[in-house]
Structure formats: C-alpha cells, structure tokens
C-alpha cells in the first residue's frame, strides 16, 4: 500500500512551490524592466532622428509616413497633443490640424452633392487643390490621420470601408449590409438600376426598391430617369468623381 507524504513533504513541496513563484516573478519584473529600458532608449534615439531629420518629415510624406510608422512601435504618438515635445519640434500637430479643418470644409461644400459620403481618394484629391502649390505634400495616410483625431473629438467624421474602397462619412448616416453592398455594386459604372440590384444580389423588387429609396432620402443617391430603356438609374456621387464639379 502507498504511503502518503507526511508533514514535512508537504511543506518541502509548499516550499518548493513558493520558490519557483518567487523566480518566476523575478524573472517576469526583470524582463519588464529590460523592455521599459530599451523603450526608453528607442524614444531617445526616435527624438534625436526626429530633430536630424525634421524637414523631411514635415515636406516628404512618405518619410512622415515611415516615421509615425517607428513612432507606433514604441509607443509615442506625435499627434496626441498640440503643446507636447513633439508638436514643438515637428510642428506636425498644426499640419495635421490644418488638414483636419480643411477636409471639413470639403465636406461641408460637398454634402449637398454627395450627401456627406465621398470617396477617399477624391478627398485627398480636392485637399490637394486646395493647398495648391503643396499638392504633392498630402497623402492618403495623412487624411486618414487628421480624420482620426476629428472622430475622437465628437464630430461624427468616420472612414468606412465599402467593397475595396475607403468612403468619408461626415453625417451621421447609418449604412446596413444592404446599402452597403448597393454602395459596392455602383462602383463598377457609378450608379445602378432596380433591375440590376435584383440580378447581380438575388433580391426581391421590393427589397432593392426599400434600399435605394433609403439611400436616395438620405441624399447618397441621386436619379436619372432621361434614357430610352425608361430605366432610372440611381447614381452615388460618393463611389465617382466631383473634382470637376468642385475644383478651384
């Protein structure tokens, strides 16, 4: 018959378990300790990168965009505040400030077309002649931060995904699965029929007809009833181009 351990074995394996958690949260502070050091040390040398190069970043955006990219992995955030180190040495907070009060410009000049839904891409274009002379300094990444830092401060602004495209909603509309699949089937031309949204997504006369009429109530659609099929077709301003229509 098994003999069961007596007192002293079980302290000597209590013992025993106390010592290997004693090691295994010295090992744990320890390697937290090395990480904050070295986090510390890829800030300071992110800083003096940034003081060495700071034109670059703010006239290249491609370099300004490789450096929020360092900026991330450890953990900094040049934009987080107007007043801090990084504002004052970079001056990348007013830029990003400046871009963010001229996309709402746009967009405010643009709802009445659009019905507050335009398409990234075109944004960034007419951001572009706006700023004119600096067109070639503003990318993709750089609307796609100043527009963060207006959704965090309340104003309803969002970047959606529709299909492969990237749309600025700037009212709060809300979009279900069925207006955004219409949103993805006008990309191809611009626009859509009732009897193509029944064809290409398999739905019911009256489910496509509820859609777009939602969709042409909230001012994303607009309707062209001048072709000799008698077919009305259904354009979306936010999946084609208003460049020409709003240029300078």
Known sequence: MRRRPGIGGLQTAANARDQYRLLGENVAKLRTDLMKEQLATFRSQLEDFARKHKNDIRKNPTFRTQFHDMCAKVGVDPLASNKGFWAELLGIGDFYYELGVQIVE???NTRSHNGGLINLPELCNLLRQRRKGDRGAVTEDDCLRAISKLKVMGSGFEVISVGKKKLVRSVPTELNKDHNE??????AQGFVTV???ERRLSWTTGRAIDALD????????????GHRDRKRRYWFPCV???SSAFGD
């Open 106 to 108: 746009i967009c405010l």
């Open 240 to 242: 084609s181009s208003i």
């Open 214 to 225: 939602t969709l042409l109530e909230e001012g994303l659609a607009m309707i062209d009833d």
């Open 182 to 187: 219409i949103l993805e089937l006008a990309q």
């Open 195 to 197: 009897d193509e949204v």
